[in-house]
């Protein structure tokens, strides 16, 4: 079963940048397509991005040009390199699979905050 944990997130004013993270336990891991995906208090969860294994990737329109997703299958691990961040850009970010049905399960999520 594989695991995902999310990291980076923070406090950052607008026009900030950060950096997330996303570990995942398993081999399985690097044949995925896999995304990056943020829920707002009150919204439900969207994707942010995403990024297959053969490292095509894809962006929500909100985000194009500000955010780059990568991977690393060697590390079993994708990231999320956040510029010029949002005020509208505040959500618990997380990870997972992407264009399947069967995902793995959820972590616990890595908060991002942008103050205007």
């Known amino acids: 079963q594989v695991q995902l944990v999310e990291s980076g997130g923070g406090l950052v004013q607008a026009g900030g940048s950060l950096r997330l993270s996303c570990a995942a336990s398993?081999?399985?891991?690097?044949?995925?397509?896999m995304g990056w995906y943020r829920q707002a208090p009150g919204k439900q969860r969207e994707l942010v991005a995403a990024?297959?294994?053969?490292?095509?990737?894809l962006y929500t329109d909100s985000v194009k040009g500000r955010f780059t997703i990568s991977r690393d299958n060697a590390k079993n691990t994708v990231s999320l390199q956040m510029n010029s961040l949002k005020p509208e850009d505040t959500a618990v970010y997380y990870c997972n699979k992407f264009g399947v049905f069967d995902l793995y399960p959820w972590g616990q999520g890595t908060q991002v905050t942008v103050s205007s």
């Open positions: 990024i297959t294994n053969g490292a095509k990737t």
């Open positions: 398993g081999s399985i891991f690097s044949i995925s397509a």
